[in-house]
């Protein structure tokens, strides 16, 4: 029996938790009660977190913070490296990660006893690092609008990355923080080709609301950037230069990439997506993933992981220098201001 394809999704499967002992198998289809080929419901968990705020140890993104009001992501990014923490929460990378939502209610006054810690030196915080902070969900719970008054009021910069036109609702907090230089905005945008975002992305805003997003932002006096990751050779590496132009033409100030890489449960996930969506072209784009990452899908040599090895990563590294050259010229993105942290810990917002 051939399963359906499941529109609006990502996944089309729940792939097996690498931290569970036991796992649901398919060995006889009619004993099967529910059909695994039908859209999850939405479900949402409340959780009571103990931090918001994680130290990101990598070489490769230097010295950083990052906090994520919630974990899972309906926006369903095929390629999302976040799809593997959702096996830490005994869920599974696949379709769980696209439905089943957590929702850390208490992130923002965990964040502002994260201020009043006199310990903390202040430092830019990055939301999210992990999954979109402007999420549908996000319309609801107001999380990330709350979190962004904490940073304004303790004057502690934060880095903004998402893929949904909802963070022009909080442009009146967004002025103030960059009116003390403490915010710079990233839109993510891989593809101008709506029929590859559709599949590859399904439940984001379309290119032409994220460049919407980005002209918006920069008229209001937000530093912009955009940011094409990932890139997936053989599928959209093609669009590099028409992205960046578009970018710029619409106020980005700065520009950046990575190249797609596929650990953990994220390999069989997208290569199960591929089959299925682009069945002539599978095997060429699955050859060139592996050629950017040494034989394999994914490499996890720090230094090397994000942007690749190899005459294919090498291409492209220069096609997108050059295009940065051509449209940005010498733009950059602001400078944070950390002189403006006020530990004012006696204050609350709650």
Not at 344 to 350: A, D, E, V, W
């Amino acid at each position: 029996m051939k399963s359906r394809y499941i529109n609006g999704r990502g996944a089309q499967q729940n792939t097996a938790n690498h931290f569970s002992k036991n796992a649901f198998v398919k060995e006889h289809i009619e004993g099967i009660d529910e059909p695994e080929d039908i859209a999850p419901v939405r479900q949402i968990f409340v959780e009571n977190a103990r931090g918001i705020v994680n130290k990101v140890n990598s070489p490769d993104l230097n010295l950083m913070y990052s906090m994520n009001p919630y974990q899972g992501c309906e926006h369903g990014c095929i390629y999302c490296y976040a799809r593997n923490s959702h096996e830490y929460w005994g869920y599974s990378a696949g379709l769980d990660f696209e439905s089943k939502i957590i929702v850390k209610k208490n992130a923002p006054i965990l964040l502002e006893r994260h201020f009043q810690n006199k310990n903390w030196k202040p430092a830019p915080i990055s939301l999210s690092g992990n999954t979109d902070c402007y999420q549908p969900l996000e319309r609801e719970y107001k999380l990330t609008r709350q979190l962004l008054q904490v940073c304004l009021k303790y004057g502690n910069p934060v880095g903004i990355i998402s893929k949904n036109s909802l963070i022009l609702r909080d442009l009146d907090i967004l002025q103030d923080l960059a009116a003390e230089n403490l915010v710079h905005f990233y839109g993510s945008i891989t593809t101008i080709d709506e029929k590859l975002r559709q599949k590859m992305e399904p439940r984001t805003t379309t290119a032409a609301n994220r460049f919407k997003v980005l002209k918006e932002l920069s008229e209001a006096g937000i530093p912009t950037g955009v940011m094409m990751a990932p890139i997936i050779p053989g599928l959209n590496n093609y669009e590099i230069p028409q992205v960046l132009k578009r970018a710029a033409e619409h106020g980005a100030q700065n520009a950046g990439y990575n190249i797609v890489r596929l650990n953990g449960s994220i390999k069989i996930l997208f290569d199960d997506w591929l089959r299925k969506n682009f069945p002539d072209r599978a095997d060429k784009v699955w050859r060139q993933i592996c050629d950017v990452h040494g034989g394999t899908v994914n490499d996890s040599t720090w230094g090397r992981r994000m942007k690749g090895d190899g005459p294919v990563a090498e291409a492209i590294a220069q096609m997108f220098a050059v295009c940065k050259r051509r449209f940005f010229g010498t733009l950059s993105l602001p400078p944070y201001r950390l002189d403006k942290f006020r530990s004012n810990g006696n204050l609350t917002l709650f």
